[in-house]
């Protein structure tokens, strides 16, 4: 009965959005507060709603009420507390009720933490959270009911998708959505700035905590994400530029450039009509990566759906939103246009070249992952775009990217003079040096010496910016929040870059099929296959392998790779060996095999592979340090 309840909620949050959505909207036209007292109410009617449904959801599954088809499919009795919860997202039908509800969570919070901005702005924001909010909760009701009943009910469930048992990915999901739906504040905002036809520093500064909570929770979604498919799939690769990735990382690096483009616009009041664009866009990209996982028209590991109507449902959301909003965009960006000048040698014009990078870089990872699409629709050819495609076309982008982070912090706001760009370009002597040192001093690859160079001109200038501002780390603990945020994140990017460039030239792998005794070398490294066991857990049986790593001679690690097979699922899961460092990493995996003919081993030698998660994690934890700068909310005392 209860979960009857919870659907009956939903409907009426759905009839709850739509108010909103009315009130705030016409209360703002009118100038009625009344109305928009309203609808700030409906919006916080509509959250708890959501959040009663999702919570009976929940305890559906806990309790393994088998009598909803979503917990029969998706649950099991035996499995742990903790995959009994997060099954409840780890299904279409679930995970669109999590969407919702953080949708409905960003709208009800935009009041409380809104309190000193202009009242009629910020029912016109509430209004429009309202109606994307109703989109979402319709596309629930009539296309993905996650309180749909069965009869007969099953005395088992088929239990949850094994690739998904993993604490990571029980957390990576809700992370990734709070970044994903976050930027709905940034749209709702910029749509509603369109409306009244203003957009000053007061409002980016608003915004900017928004926007660097939704950037920061994306970053550390993606970074969880590349981490549990290292290890979890087998493969020991930590990117594959698969279609749901790609629609992942797009709003990623159209938010950086959102958050660099507000930037611009709270301090020197410049680039106002370029990022309300922005905030369109990236939402928009977040919208179309919704529609890819779940639309089927793309096919990859990490989709959740292929239902043509619920593909056409969201198709129209996407168009009806993305149009609507560009549109008005088309007819209102000239009364929010600024038309000051841009010194070419200027931190301002470094944040323009950052921006059109970032922008193209997007734009380059767009047509790598819908090109194929396109094609086939237009000819029936089937194609496919990968990793080539992409160090061709992506990598050369993120060089001159890289290169301009570095100069762009060492150049001040407004117009350089000769002698300040001499004074720059002295300070660039020594990074750029080092590079031409390491180009002919370290490894075997011209291109990975580079490579490591780039990062190192990275976290050198970013230094030498940081020793400029602390009158030589003199005067450090008089930094503001930002200043250490902006230190972490361009050194967790040099990190990040390092990383990339060790994995990319100097690991190596290699796979046979060897009996227990016998060895697989990779590089330095001896991988010895001591022995192999067979067995049965709760729900599932396992084939161990259990391996002996050494390097010339000396021990590095005992290593234990599984092969799992689910009979509830009829699925079978390889769980990689690995030993997480600083330094070298090795990794295994066992595959297919028996006794006679041997086992199948993939053995993988990954060099400061952790650097590249390192190296995220720190540009994450830089937006979230940023958040405690109040100098960002002091303007807003202006109002």
């Not at 190192?456 to 250490?484: D, E, H, N, Q, V």
């Not at 067979?534 to 005992?558: C, F, P, W």
Request: proline residues 4%; charged residues 10%.
């Amino acid at each position: 009965m209860i979960e009857e309840i919870a659907h009956f909620m939903l409907i009426l949050a759905l009839y709850g959005s739509l108010a909103q959505g009315f009130f705030s909207l016409s209360g703002a036209h009118k100038n009625s507060v009344s109305m928009m007292r309203a609808g700030r109410y409906a919006s916080i009617t509509v959250f708890a709603l959501t959040f009663f449904s999702f919570l009976v959801l929940i305890l559906a599954f806990v309790n393994s009420n088998f009598s909803l088809s979503l917990v029969s499919s998706h649950s099991h009795t035996l499995k742990p507390l903790l995959y009994k919860i997060s099954g409840v997202w780890a299904n279409h039908e679930g995970s669109m009720l999590l969407w919702t509800l953080i949708l409905t969570m960003y709208g009800a919070l935009i009041s409380p933490f809104g309190k000193n901005l202009p009242l009629v702005l910020k029912s016109r924001a509430i209004g429009i959270q309202g109606l994307l909010a109703a989109g979402f909760l319709a596309f629930i009701l009539f296309t993905s009911n996650p309180f749909h009943r069965i009869n007969p009910v099953p005395v088992e469930g088929l239990g949850l998708n094994p690739l998904l048992q993993d604490p990571g990915l029980a957390i990576h999901p809700p992370i990734l959505y709070l970044g994903y739906v976050g930027f709905s504040v940034a749209f709702s905002f910029s749509v509603a700035a369109l409306i009244e036809g203003k957009v000053d520093a007061i409002w980016a500064n608003w915004l900017r905590p928004w926007v660097l909570a939704s950037w920061s929770f994306l970053t550390l979604g993606i970074t969880l994400g590349s981490i549990w498919a290292y290890y979890e799939l087998g493969w020991g690769g930590w990117w594959m530029w698969d279609p749901v990735e790609n629609v992942s990382f797009m709003p990623w690096l159209a938010g950086t450039a959102l958050l660099h483009s507000i930037m611009a616009l709270g301090i020197r009041h410049k680039l106002a009509d370029w990022t309300v664009l922005l905030g369109i866009s990236t939402f928009s990209l977040c919208l179309i990566g919704t529609f890819v996982v779940r639309s089927g028209v793309l096919v990859s590991v990490h989709s959740f759906a292929t239902d043509p109507t619920r593909g056409i449902f969201l198709l129209m959301l996407l168009v009806i939103i993305s149009g609507s909003s560009l549109s008005l965009y088309a007819f209102r960006s000239k009364k929010i246009r600024t038309h000051l000048k841009f010194e070419p040698f200027s931190r301002e014009g470094g944040l323009i070249i950052n921006n059109l990078l970032l922008v193209i870089s997007c734009i380059t990872v767009f047509i790598g992952t819908f090109y194929p699409l396109f094609i086939d629709a237009l000819s029936g050819d089937k194609i496919s775009v990968g990793k080539p495609y992409f160090d061709l076309t992506f990598t050369p982008i993120m060089i001159l990217l890289i290169l301009f982070m570095g100069a762009a912090p060492l150049i001040k706001w407004n117009k350089n003079s000769e002698g300040q760009i001499i004074s720059l370009l002295k300070k660039l002597i020594v990074p750029l040096a080092i590079m031409v040192i390491l180009t002919f001093f370290i490894g075997k690859s011209i291109w990975g010496a580079l490579g490591l160079a780039l990062a190192a001109y990275l976290a050198i200038t970013t230094l030498i910016a940081i020793k400029t501002r602390t009158k030589g780390f003199k005067s450090w603990k008089s930094l503001k929040p930002k200043t250490y945020s902006f230190a972490i994140a361009h050194l967790g990017v040099s990190i990040f870059a390092a990383g990339v460039v060790f994995m990319s030239v100097w690991s190596e792998d290699n796979i046979g099929r060897i009996n227990v005794g016998e060895k697989l070398n990779v590089a330095d490294y001896s991988f010895k296959l001591s022995s192999i066991n067979t067995g049965q857990r709760k729900n599932y049986e396992y084939l161990n392998a259990t391996i002996d790593v050494t390097k010339k001679g000396s021990s590095v690690k005992t290593l234990s790779t599984e092969q799992r097979f689910y009979p509830a699922r009829n699925m079978v899961t390889t769980e990689a060996g690995f030993n997480f460092t600083m330094g070298p990493t090795v990794f295994t995996a066992i595959s297919e095999g028996n006794s006679q003919d041997g086992w199948v081993i993939r053995a993988n030698y990954h060099p400061f592979v952790t650097w590249i998660w390192l190296g995220a994690l720190f540009m994450s934890l830089a937006g979230f340090i940023s958040l405690f700068d109040k100098s960002f909310y002091r303007s807003l005392e202006m109002l």
